[in-house]
């Protein structure tokens, strides 16, 4: 299953158990698209959110017990009403695909932690559901460990989403080390970027390690998945934090060596 778009999705799904890999796909299709809509292509931001409210109006249908009439949504239907999934997980994820239509800054880290909860947190939760853990302790682990992986994400992408006229930095942060969106343009780390950048490497490092128990609390399969994916959003911190400006230039990526050492860590 070539799960190489969605960004919130597991980055280790080669893992999954095979009697899990139908029901991800259809989900992870689902969050493809709906982000797709959200995302590429030039069509105006109406259009885009009259998509999005389609997409609404079928997983109403779902719930109703009719039949769905986008394709992307007939597995999925099957998924839902098979696993007994909540809607409300999928109704957050278009949520947070709307809001990227039509916001484009951050006024402060609160914010964006509101939109991790609802691009990032149902992903987890959705696994969990799968994998039938209900624990509210493992659902707080996945939900650290969700929200700092999407930090991670805008971390790396700064540049990239800056070219899309977005910026998920925190503005109040960026004025108290006087950060200037000019700055972002121009890929300029004089000044206090370092400095900046440093704080929201250790604190989403912090969430990391919050959610890290998860991985030795649930076994087998699941367990190895999420160590490994928490192995690489630590890899990705460090190469944020040995290079601070690596985002304008060299974009911090996952090498075959960093896979082989995760995966070899992961197993102890």
Not at 126 to 151: E, P, V, W
Request: proline share 5%.
């Amino acid at each position: 299953m070539p799960v190489d778009h969605y960004e919130n999705f597991p980055v280790a799904s080669w893992l999954l158990p095979k009697r899990l890999r139908r029901p991800v796909e259809a989900i992870y299709r689902f969050a493809r698209s709906a982000d797709d809509i959200a995302d590429e292509g030039d069509a105006p931001a109406s259009e885009r959110l009259a998509q999005l409210a389609a997409y609404h109006h079928e997983l109403d249908r779902i719930e109703r017990g009719e039949t769905p009439t986008d394709p992307v949504f007939g597995p999925l239907a099957e998924v839902i009403r098979s696993h007994a999934i909540p809607l409300a997980l999928f109704r957050d994820l278009l949520s947070a695909f709307a809001q990227d239509v039509e916001k484009t800054r951050y006024a402060s880290f609160g914010e964006l932690m509101d939109y991790c909860r609802r691009s990032a947190n149902p992903v987890g939760r959705l696994m969990l559901h799968l994998y039938g853990d209900h624990d509210a302790r493992h659902i707080a682990y996945s939900d650290a460990i969700c929200s700092s992986l999407q930090l991670i994400n805008f971390l790396q992408d700064i540049a990239v989403d800056y070219q899309k006229g977005r910026i998920y930095l925190p503005l109040d942060e960026l004025a108290a080390h006087h950060v200037s969106e000019a700055q972002i343009a121009a890929g300029d780390t004089r000044g206090l970027w370092h400095m900046m950048m440093h704080k929201q490497i250790e604190r989403t490092r912090k969430l990391l390690q919050a959610g890290a128990p998860l991985g030795r609390a649930l076994t087998g399969r699941i367990g190895l998945e999420i160590r490994v994916t928490i192995r690489g959003g630590e890899a990705i911190l460090k190469k944020l934090h040995a290079d601070p400006g690596c985002v304008f230039h060299n974009r911090p990526v996952l090498t075959k060596k960093d896979w082989i050492f995760m995966l070899a860590r992961s197993l102890h």
